[in-house]
């Protein structure tokens, strides 16, 4: 089993900045992917980015040049720096760990970007 405890989320206005935090407690291995996740309401949950724990990343479109995903192998975590945030940014964001066949979701972490 693996643990993943989200923070940072909040408010922030058209243009600002939030950083993401998810850190991975249980039984984790040496090879895994972690990422992001979001879920705006009414619409189906996408992929953010993920990273490989040797450091390939992976953006969707619509963030590329403004979210940096990066992590911390010593401590298990995931970070997503959120910056130029826009509006169609708001969402429900799930941190999320792969493992051989074996996958597990946070709780998810709510970001307002107000215009």
């Known amino acids: 089993q693996v643990q993943l405890v989200e923070s940072g989320g909040g408010l922030v206005q058209a243009g600002g900045s939030l950083r993401l935090s998810c850190t991975a407690s249980g039984s984790i291995f040496s090879i895994n992917v972690m990422g992001w996740y979001r879920q705006a309401p009414g619409k189906e949950r996408e992929l953010v980015a993920r990273?490989?724990?040797?450091?390939?990343?992976d953006y969707a479109d619509s963030v590329k040049g403004r979210f940096t995903i990066s992590r911390d192998n010593v401590k298990n975590t995931v970070y997503l720096q959120m910056n130029s945030l826009k509006p169609e940014d708001t969402a429900v964001y799930y941190c999320?760990?792969?493992?051989?066949?074996?996958?597990?979701w946070g709780q998810g972490t709510q970001v307002t970007v107000s215009s």
């Open positions: 999320n760990f792969k493992r051989s066949l074996y996958e597990y």
């Open positions: 990273i490989t724990s040797g450091g390939s990343t």
